[in-house]
């Protein structure tokens, strides 16, 4: 019998990962603060719970895919939390990209309760979670993630077990530094072909291919083309997350220019009422 999964967080990303594991045959509850999000999910055959604590209690292993960390804190740790209902035996992976010291602390506290914890934060937006071909970055016990690898393996096709607590959430943070100066370059190179009237679906043919290709050139530059704005990662997410590696990096006495004038960039456009949009909209901060 397959186990009961429990998911927690149903946004842009959450919601077509508990459909896959739906289509693959896992029964699946869910919460989310705004129920009329998992409506849909409800009338496709998963159940729903009224809080994580509910959840933590009716599923054998429980994921978690919400904003920020203190949603996360909140989530675990808070009243009517997963802490407060979960039992001996049971997995929770937390697929937030938060910071490696809160995946530290929830790690601690399942080994408490004698649970198991990984830290799974994944990179591939809207499109690797619809595809389930996400990259997902595991930090916490190798054996505990070789149990659940299976199931991840449902939501991703590059699953690499990092180390220790806190190493899933160390990768992702190098993913988001490669991915701010890399929107940048993207942006930058459009904003130059329009400027030099050149056909921009041409210049995209040409580089897109040879040295300047990226996933977010190939994937992200496209939707720009059409005007499309829409998220498959938020401005702001990418915000927080930009802040939590500059936090880090500056415990670790490292600087990161190419980091901190991403940051920068993404506030100003924050500040114009952008951060809804998804991290394509940067191409607007040269208007």
Same mark, same amino acid.
């Given at each position: 019998?397959?186990?009961?999964? #429990?998911?927690?967080?149903?946004?842009?990303?959450? *919601?077509?990962?508990?459909?896959n594991?739906?289509?693959? #045959?896992f =029964? $699946? +509850?869910?919460?989310?603060?705004?129920?009329?999000?998992? !409506?849909?999910? $409800?009338?496709?055959?998963?159940? %729903?719970?009224?809080?994580? *604590?509910?959840?933590?209690?009716?599923?054998?292993?429980?994921?978690?895919?919400?904003?920020?960390?203190y949603?996360?804190?909140n989530?675990?740790?808070?009243?009517?939390?997963?802490?407060?209902? $979960?039992?001996?035996?049971?997995? /929770?992976?937390?697929?937030?990209?938060?910071?490696?010291?809160?995946?530290?602390?929830?790690?601690?506290? !399942?080994?408490?309760?004698?649970?198991?914890?990984?830290? !799974?934060?994944?990179?591939?937006?809207?499109?690797? !979670?619809?595809?389930?071909?996400l990259?997902?970055? $595991?930090?916490?016990?190798?054996?505990?993630?070789?149990?659940?690898? =299976?199931?991840?393996?449902?939501l991703?096709?590059?699953? +690499?077990?990092?180390?220790?607590?806190?190493?899933?959430?160390?990768?992702?943070?190098?993913?988001?530094?490669?991915?701010?100066s890399?929107?940048?370059? +993207?942006?930058?190179?459009? /904003?130059?072909?329009?400027?030099?009237?050149?056909? =921009?679906?041409?210049?995209?043919?040409?580089?897109?291919?040879?040295?300047?290709?990226? %996933?977010?050139?190939?994937?992200?530059?496209?939707?720009?083309?059409?005007?499309?704005?829409?998220?498959?990662?938020?401005?702001?997410?990418?915000?927080?997350?930009?802040?939590?590696?500059?936090?880090e990096?500056?415990?670790?006495?490292?600087?990161?220019?190419?980091?901190?004038?991403?940051?920068?960039?993404?506030?100003?456009?924050?500040k114009?009422?952008?951060?809804?949009?998804?991290?394509?909209?940067?191409?607007?901060?040269?208007?």
């Amino acid at each position: 019998m397959r186990e009961k999964i #429990g998911f927690i967080g149903i946004g842009v990303m959450g *919601k077509s990962m508990v459909r896959n594991l739906m289509k693959e #045959g896992f =029964p $699946v +509850v869910v919460y989310t603060r705004t129920k009329e999000k998992a !409506a849909d999910l $409800v009338n496709e055959g998963a159940g %729903w719970k009224d809080s994580p *604590k509910d959840v933590a209690e009716s599923a054998d292993i429980i994921i978690t895919m919400v904003g920020y960390p203190y949603d996360v804190e909140n989530v675990y740790f808070g009243e009517g939390g997963i802490f407060s209902g $979960v039992s001996k035996g049971k997995t /929770v992976i937390d697929m937030t990209t938060s910071t490696p010291t809160l995946a530290k602390k929830i790690f601690t506290e !399942a080994r408490k309760l004698e649970i198991a914890a990984l830290d !799974a934060p994944v990179s591939g937006g809207d499109i690797g !979670a619809k595809n389930g071909t996400l990259s997902i970055m $595991v930090g916490g016990n190798e054996q505990d993630f070789n149990k659940v690898q =299976p199931i991840l393996s449902v939501l991703g096709n590059n699953i +690499v077990f990092q180390g220790e607590a806190g190493a899933g959430q160390h990768t992702k943070m190098c993913n988001q530094i490669a991915i701010a100066s890399n929107m940048i370059g +993207v942006t930058e190179a459009l /904003v130059y072909a329009r400027k030099a009237g050149l056909d =921009p679906e041409k210049m995209l043919t040409s580089i897109s291919t040879g040295a300047a290709g990226s %996933w977010s050139l190939s994937n992200l530059i496209p939707r720009v083309l059409k005007e499309d704005y829409t998220p498959g990662f938020f401005i702001k997410h990418f915000i927080k997350d930009m802040g939590i590696a500059l936090d880090e990096a500056k415990r670790m006495e490292l600087e990161l220019p190419g980091l901190e004038l991403a940051e920068r960039m993404y506030k100003t456009l924050a500040k114009k009422g952008e951060e809804n949009s998804g991290t394509q909209a940067l191409v607007k901060y040269w208007e």
